[in-house]
């Protein structure tokens, strides 16, 4: 090829052997040239635009860019198959399982047959261990009270020396809560007492009553023979008369230094008209203010919703008096709620319940928990705990269902996420990190309001500022981007708030009015601790007992109360500094308090779903009877017989009852012909206490947490992998990037789903909008990327399976403590080609909407 300049003279300089003139000989220092020279040699520059490709350049490129879009749309894994078997929990024995293969040679196929076979009950592996030895020879050697030469239980029970409580099967009055109070209450001085209530299930099914031999007023009044039995049963059938199913419990806490004095002091029990009823309790004990000089200063409750309300028009009345020896001290915390009932009367909850089970069931709740703009599911806690180095069988107890009654679970899981280790391992997803930041700080906010319970050898103060801290910090959550019960449901939320604003108005009380100081929160909120008949005991011999380790608390002072308070505001917004900002706002909101968040009370709210106790989210609390095998019904009535034999032998009868009737032509106790009579109206299935008074199943049917496919190339999605969908905004459709927190499957929860199961209609994810905004030199040094996620914004979306396109995009490698996700233009471009290919018309009826906002539609540099 030869090219002539044009200013080419067209003759050479007589002094120069050159062979083309100097105009000409400059062409080859030419820039434009040189590129096309460049690009005729080595191709045109991937980055040019498409006026300067060739048609076969753009050809190849093609080629590579479907390459690379078919490798985006592979998932992070494919090795997941014996990982997933496990956690599936179809077979709990598996460090058993591991020993026996690995000593018989096996490999990971191998562990993985004999995994399946061992959940079908094919295989039954060996190898006790020495823990296991030893709980079989405590069983065999022990005795109970034959073994120590102690009487036996029937004598125990005819030495009694406390005074039998009457139970209510309606409403009780008066005169009956003051003879339980009379039972076991002595003229000694106290006096700050609670008034404790709690809800308990209860077998439906009849029992004899050997004092009174009688039964409610609907019915036959006495059981002499067998047709008051028939008239009964009859009754039950028309529904004229209900077999109980839940009892509410009343008991009188004494605020005392004396551990045996201290606790709960049954009054009544009865399950209807919770405010009329609460209120009869409180009058009743008021009425023995002359005999027992004591005052209550609070009503406890579990946290159940029905019994809340009751409280509310209790203790939520009108403001503090002024004049009130209590305002001088409560008055300079700033987010204090100063509602109080009649003599000042505020309302508690149970702190092992809200801070133990209701943290724990909000930590299972399918929905997941809104922190700082973070949606946290219960798959995404188990991948955080399983990278901090938890076993499979350590983490699939603390999510089991089934378990909702067991504390040390509950305390397990909660401890777990507030030790988690903060720092990130390397190369994480960006999703991971940011639900890792948002899980340290749910486990502040646990671990503040759990210490001031369990760890007594804080001080008094100390105790006061982790609750500071605490309520700080759940307000600053709850109103944060209007995140309200997102984050808490406003029943666990004012429990919550409740709890520590009972616990600062009783030591106020305690301040003004005992000159005693030998008490720490622990001792003014613990319901319920044992049984009074111990406790008296203990107290004449107390060589028999080991005194418990209780706080010596110092004298409250005037301003201890506004320090603690401030002091765990410090604390907290140390550790949380974007709660600066929110409590800033917060103290210039007119009206806001602990109970009124945003100026508003949430007390008069009406209840939602997510303001039902957390205790009935999981598993099935059915009234009706489950169907029982014939060995299962006799193991039942072998227990009923035991209880009712047992209640026969309470203490001697003040007047002669027969305990026999003929039914039929046979004489029996008539406690096993109530027996006979309603075993076929309908009985539990399960022996497990708590499930079998609620008539629940011996075994639940477990939801299917994961889809395991055997193939050994199989390919899944996980929770906080991102994904590609479409939006819809201003009636056109958008592409967006985001983060899966929760998988379903055939309306089951599923942590991991094989691909080719998104196309099915049984399949539905839902994910958190991720903001993309145009990168940086900062975000990837080579600026072939020019696309960035920045933060995940708090739109939550549900959409079919069939809308999804997993994506494997590349991780910023330059910030390593918050990484980000990098894209390029052309992958985008190639994301919203392949969408369009995958969804179908009908598809398309299920693309969520959303409005338009600064952070969605993606918008470039130039907007």
């Keep these: 090829m030869f090219l002539c300049s044009d200013s080419c003279s067209e003759c050479l300089p007589a002094s120069s052997a050159a062979e083309c003139c100097q105009w000409c000989h400059d062409l080859q220092q030419n820039k434009k040239l040189e590129g096309i020279h460049t690009r005729i040699t080595d191709s045109v520059n991937e980055s040019a635009p498409f006026a300067y490709r060739g048609h076969g350049g753009m050809m190849v490129q093609i080629d590579d860019l479907r390459l690379r879009i078919a490798v985006c749309e592979g998932a992070l ?84 020396t406390m005074t039998a409580l009457v139970p209510s099967p309606a409403t009780p009055n008066q005169g009956k809560i003051l003879q339980n109070i009379d039972a076991f209450l002595t003229s000694k001085k106290v006096i700050h007492v609670v008034l404790m209530f709690n809800k308990i299930a209860l077998e439906k099914r009849p029992r004899l009553d050997v004092k009174t031999n009688q039964h409610v007023l609907q019915t036959a009044s006495k059981f002499e023979n067998e047709n008051n039995l028939n008239v009964m049963v009859e009754d039950v059938k028309q529904d004229e008369v209900h077999l109980a199913s839940e009892a509410t419990v009343g008991a009188i806490g004494i605020l005392s230094g004396n551990s045996r004095i201290y606790g709960g002091r049954p009054i009544l029990e009865n399950a209807i008209a919770h405010a009329k009823l609460i209120q009869t309790a409180i009058d009743a004990v008021n009425s023995k203010k002359g005999e027992i000089p004591f005052q209550i200063i609070s009503v406890a409750s579990e946290g159940e ?164 801290a605490a309520a700080h910090l759940a307000i600053g959550l709850y109103v944060h981007e209007g995140a309200g019960r997102k984050f808490l449901p406003n029943q666990l939320f004012l429990n919550i708030m409740i709890m520590i604003k009972n616990a600062y108005f009783v030591l106020v009380k305690q301040r003004l009015t005992c000159l005693n100081w030998n008490h720490d929160l622990l001792q003014l909120v613990e319901h319920l601790v044992g049984t009074t008949e111990a406790s008296n005991i203990l107290a004449q011999y107390p060589q028999w007992n080991k005194s418990l380790c209780r706080l010596a608390a110092p004298l409250v002072h005037r301003d201890m109360l506004s320090v603690a308070d401030k002091r765990g505001r410090q604390i907290i917004e140390e550790e949380c500094p974007f709660l600066i900002d929110i409590l800033k706002k917060l103290d210039t909101l007119s009206g806001c308090d602990i109970l009124q968040p945003f100026g508003v009370p949430l007390i008069h709210a009406e209840l939602t779903e997510d303001d039902w106790d957390d205790l009935m989210l999981r598993g099935s609390n059915s009234n009706s009877p489950s169907a029982m095998d ?234």
């Excluded at 014996?82 to 058993?96: M, N, P, Q, T």
């Excluded at 991780?811 to 980000?820: A, D, G, R």
């Design 77 to 160: 894994d494919e090795h997941k198959q014996f990982v997933l078997a496990i956690a599936s929990g179809k077979w709990e024995r598996v460090d058993r399982l591991i020993r026996a293969c690995m000593n018989a040679g096996m490999g990971i196929h191998g562990m993985l047959v004999q995994y399946e076979r061992a959940a079908e009950g094919l295989y039954q592996p060996k190898g006790y261990e020495e823990k296991d030895n030893l709980r079989a020879i405590l069983f065999w050697r022990l005795g109970a009270h034959r073994a120590l030469a102690l009487p036996s239980l029937s004598h125990a029970r005819s030495h009694s």
């Design 630 to 863: 014939e060995e299962t019904a006799d193991r039942l009535d072998g227990h009923q017989m035991l209880e009712d034999m047992a209640a026969e032998a309470m203490e001697p009868l003040a007047e002669k009852v027969e305990c026999t009737v003929i039914v039929g032509s046979t004489s029996m106790s008539k406690s096993h012909a109530l027996s006979l009579a309603f075993k076929h109206l309908g009985s539990p299935s399960s022996t497990d206490r708590l499930k079998h008074v609620c008539e629940e199943s011996c075994y639940h049917n477990k939801e299917t947490e994961h889809i395991i496919n055997n193939t050994p190339h199989s390919t899944f999605i996980m929770t906080t992998e991102p994904i590609a969908t479409l939006l819809q905004c201003d009636n056109h459709l958008f592409l967006c990037i985001g983060e899966i927190k929760n998988i379903r499957w055939d309306s089951k929860p599923a942590e991991q789903l094989q691909l080719d199961c998104l196309l099915e209609k049984l399949t539905s994810i839902s994910f958190q909008l991720i903001s993309i905004i145009p990168a940086t030199s900062e975000d990837d040094s080579s600026l072939r990327k020019d696309w960035c996620s920045s933060s995940s914004l708090s739109y939550i979306f549900k959409v079919p399976g069939s809308l999804v396109l997993p994506i494997n995009p590349k991780l910023s490698t330059q910030m390593k403590l918050n990484p980000v996700y990098l894209f390029e233009s052309s992958e985008l471009i190639w994301l919203v080609s392949s969408l369009h290919e995958k969804v179908s018309r009908h598809d398309l009826k299920g693309v969520p909407s959303i409005t338009c906002s600064n952070n969605f539609p993606y918008l470039d540099s130039s907007g």
């Design 305 to 468: 919703a029905k019994r809340g309300k009751a409280l509310v028009e209790l203790t939520f009345k009108h403001h503090l008096s002024r004049d009130s020896p209590l305002y001088p001290l409560l008055s300079p915390l700033k987010f204090m709620n100063f509602f109080v009932g009649e003599d000042d009367l505020t309302a508690d909850k149970d702190w092992k319940h809200v801070t133990f089970k209701r943290l724990r069931n909000l930590i299972l709740r399918e929905r997941g928990i809104m922190v700082n703009g973070i949606l946290l599911t219960p798959s995404i806690f188990k991948q955080h705990l399983a990278s901090d180095g938890y076993s499979p069988q350590h983490i699939q107890p603390l999510f089991d269902p089934e378990d909702e009654q067991d504390v040390k679970l509950a305390y397990s899981l909660l401890s777990n996420i507030w030790s988690l280790n903060p720092t990130v391992p390397e190369g994480s997803r960006a999703g991971f990190a940011e639900s890792c930041e948002a899980i340290l700080i749910f486990g502040k906010l646990c671990r503040h309001l759990i210490y001031p319970y369990i760890c007594v050898d804080l001080s008094l103060s100390k105790q006061l500022e982790h609750l500071s």
